[in-house]
């Protein structure tokens, strides 16, 4: 079964960067789209970002464009959501998940239901 492992999550200072990787051991994540969410207590999980397979297409999530960069490197099976300009309202934990696709991806690709997979998280705090 595959299991995305998310990495790179720590406290951050408003206005600061921070990466988040999303890999997987065991199976090739070129055979998959990604997705990024994040989710703080009480609240609904929230989509991010998401990716296609090759990395031809990409959605994102009003709150986060032009500050958050998603990508992807096959040949290091890993996916990436590079984060700028980090504000307190970004703090949640975040989640990638996967789902079997060489498609396209769609809005509705920002929404959880539609992934098969999904990693533990990383905590992303961003707090003077």
Known sequence: QLQPVESGGGL???GGSLRLSCAASGFSLGYYSIGWFR???GKEREG????????????YADSVKGRFTISRDNAK??????MNSLKP?????????ARRTMTAV??????????????QGTQVTVSS
């Open 48 to 59: 991010v970002s998401c990716i296609s397979s090759a990395g031809g297409s990409t959605v």
């Open 106 to 119: 769609q809005p509705r690709c920002l929404t959880s239901t539609w992934y098969d997979y999904w990693g």
């Open 39 to 41: 989710q703080v207590p």
């Open 12 to 14: 951050v200072q408003p």
């Open 77 to 82: 099976n890993t996916v990436y959501l590079q």
């Open 89 to 97: 309202e970004d703090t949640a934990i975040y989640y990638c998940a």
